[in-house]
């Protein structure tokens, strides 16, 4: 990466000198500031490159939660999304995702550096490099509640969108071809404000002790994939791509059945409850149903999250070179 630079710390510390001691903390806030800012940068860069790795059996995982009765296998799914939808159908609901993703991204990974920096002064530590795999998950898990917010309203969009064709025979608005925009008129005007926050309880259930194994998994693996004598950041590009598909596929096994239970409530137009929802699935479908689209989940996690803690941590380096802010936050 671009750690062997050593311009912008120079450049930090004859900033601090020049301001004098009286207003250091002007350039520490201002520090503070930028790192947020190149945190919501990379996380928006990460955001997209997950989306164009992944998105096709993203589609795939939601048609066989929301509609396991039509698709035995990921197999039938495809074969039947392609020869009724085209390849096209493959890419349903892309643009919200894209959406979904710089929005969730961009504001996990922000908060996910300020939790880092709270975690590290109540443990006591001198940097955030210096923090374990267990601190790192506890910043994570709080950092996906605040990622919620901007992810519950573009992922109904999605999932309603990729189920679409599905859903036609109740819903007269499907029959004809829909897009973001509409469907965003459409929910406003029936549902409201609210009815973009459908299932938002569940998204939270879901984000929070996912990215507590999401991180955590992540950290860990770049630990045990660190060379004795080299830090954990300079592990290079293809094992930074494991240590994040590892952390992917640690967050959809941890959280899949709320995954499901949050598919089914988004793309219902009643007033179902979580708990409603989760014990009709049971009774009807058996457990083995909270679990239907696991396959082409995993199958689609590890590439697209491992692009995504790349594109993440390579911007997240250039852009930290750039500005000249140093990496740790003071």
Sequence with gaps: M???????QFYWEYQAMAIGSGKKTFV???????????????????GTACVLVGQPLDTLKVKMQTFPHL???SLICFKQTVVKEKVRGLYAGT???LAANIAENSVLFCAYGVCQNAVKYFVKKENIQDLNPLENAGAGFFAAFFSSFSLCPTELIKCRLQAMRETSSANAMSKHRVGPWMLTKEIFKNEGILGFFRGFGVTVVREMPGYF?????????KILLTPEGMKKEDI??????FAGGVGGVSFWLAIFPADVIKSRLQISHG?????GVTKEIIRKEGFRALYKGLGPTLLRTFPASGALFAAYEYSKDFLHFVTGCPKDKV
């Design 71 to 73: 698709y035995k296998n």
């Design 271 to 275: 007033n179902d409850s979580t708990i």
């Design 2 to 8: 671009f750690s062997n630079f050593k311009i912008p």
């Design 28 to 46: 520490e806030a201002y520090q503070n500031y930028v790192t947020a800012g190149i945190d919501l940068i990379g996380g928006s860069a990460g």
């Design 95 to 97: 643009i919200p995702a």
């Design 236 to 241: 290079g590009l293809l094992k930074t791509i």
């Design 213 to 221: 194994f999401f991180f955590g998994g992540y950290e860990l693996t």
